[in-house]
């Protein structure tokens, strides 16, 4: 029966406790069984106090049905970046270690307000950035999952919550959840409130969610944007047009991931998709690098506090980032934001009237755990533009290894988004 419960989806498990087939104690119960069994092997947690679970159960035990939130019961994982007032918030660093905000951040907030169980706080790299924390892959403890949003992601694919939320600065959601075998969507910049959230780079940071169906995916990042039209989006009835948009990036994508992609391409098509595959226009081949620089100048910024007061107790990657992002002069962060500017102005000549953009997710499966948490080179460019963009489980790498199909749409496309990556999820099923 704990077996059964913990491979619900998050609809599923809301249906069975509102129907009275079971309570929520009965599936934070079965889900905190699986995380004492597997958390010795995959380490997604940071933080678990049964406690304080107790006491959100004993409050949604004493609402009527009619006064119930769409996420009744259902337990969530927290990514340790969002302040939880119940919960300490280390945001993957040492100086923070015990840490305990007054207040939920806004999107914990209304995920509470929608009846989840706040089940605990899963690991993150440091401040959300290349320093790896002890997760592991679920599907090879040898293997990362990916970063920054490593616990959320590897929870989810280890079956001990069906929901989790993280952020992406660059690839954070859309790279572990290709890792791990999951979906992982990360809306429309803007979308979902930060505040309480601890910023990497506040013109890049957005938040994102990781399921195991796209609609558990539309739900919860509906809830937190409070945009019900996202749960509303059917999927598409018609065929796709989708556009392979290929950048130099592309060079660096390994000969299987490339492979499973472009088989993956093939099927659409066959589906009944309109597929048109170019190489991206010119102004769009050099965002990676306007990226890096824009992140490197507000990370600088933003950890100003941390750099003049806990200098010592910061690890190499985040001091060599403040340190190149202080070396950033204003005319070069300037530069950088108008080639932004300009190919945001131009994104419709980088749809070139397609629906959605196809990319793989990662350049490849993932990398064995020493060496870091992967390379984020084909999200940099979609998160800089402020793309919605989900991931899709799609095929295997050579070790067995999950790979991921990045599916993106215009900024504020996200329900159409969502349409067309049902549509896609159910040619892949």
């Known amino acids: 029966m704990v077996d059964e419960l913990v491979r619900l989806d998050a609809q599923a498990c809301a249906r069975a406790i509102l129907q009275g087939d079971i309570t929520a104690s009965d599936l934070v119960s079965a889900c905190l069984a699986h995380i004492d069994e597997r958390e010795g092997a995959v380490e997604a947690w940071q933080h678990l106090e049964r406690d304080v679970v107790d006491r959100q159960l004993s409050v949604l035990d ?53 009846g989840a169980v706040i089940l605990g706080k899963t690991v993150t790299t440091e401040f959300a950035y290349w320093k790896a924390g002890k997760t592991r892959n679920p599907h090879d403890t040898t293997r990362t999952p990916g970063g920054s949003s490593s616990g959320s992601a ?77 749960t509303a989006a059917a999927s598409s009835p018609d065929a796709l047009t989708v556009r392979v948009a290929r950048t130099p990036d592309w060079d660096e994508v390994t000969a299987d991931a490339m492979t499973a992609f472009e088989m993956t391409v093939s099927l659409l098509r066959s589906a009944g998709a309109d597929v048109s595959d170019t190489d991206a226009p010119g102004r769009f081949k050099p965002l990676s690098t306007v990226q890096n620089t824009i992140l490197a100048f507000e990370a600088a910024r933003e950890f100003s506090s941390e750099w003049l007061h806990h200098r010592a107790r910061l690890s190499p990657e985040i001091s060599e980032l403040i340190e190149e992002g202080n070396a950033i002069t204003p005319e070069q962060f300037e530069d950088a934001v108008t080639a932004r500017r300009g190919a945001s102005e131009a994104i419709e000549e980088l749809f070139a009237g397609a629906d959605v953009l196809l990319a793989p997710s990662t350049l490849g499966e993932a990398p064995l755990i020493e060496e870091g948490t992967g390379n984020p080179l084909m999200s940099r460019a979609w998160t800089l533009l402020g793309l919605p963009s989900i991931s899709l489980p799609c095929g295997k790498g050579p070790a067995g290894m999950p790979l991921g199909l990045q599916i993106a749409a215009r900024p504020g496309r996200d329900g159409e988004l969502i349409s067309d990556a049902k549509w896609i999820e159910a040619r892949l099923a």
């Not at 923070?96 to 929608?114: E, H, S």
């Not at 969507?185 to 601890?198: A, D, E, Q």
């Open 154 to 230: 590897a929870a989810v694919a280890d079956f001990m919550v069906p929901l989790a939320i993280g952020s992406q600065t660059v690839a954070s959601t859309v790279r572990p959840a290709s890792y791990c075998g999951v979906v992982g969507f990360k809306p429309s910049y803007g979308r979902i409130s930060l505040t309480g959230v601890k910023s990497l780079a506040s013109s890049l940071d957005t938040a994102g969610v990781f399921a195991r169906t796209v609609s558990d995916a539309a739900l919860i990042a509906s809830i937190m944007a409070g945009r019900s039209d996202w």
């Open 62 to 114: 004493t609402m009527t049905t009619d006064t119930r939130g769409p996420l009744h019961g259902v337990p969530v994982g927290i990514k340790d970046i969002y302040d939880t007032f119940d919960m300490p918030t280390a945001y993957g660093s040492e100086i923070y270690a015990g840490n305990r905000p007054p207040w939920d951040a806004a999107a914990v907030a209304r995920l509470r307000a929608a």
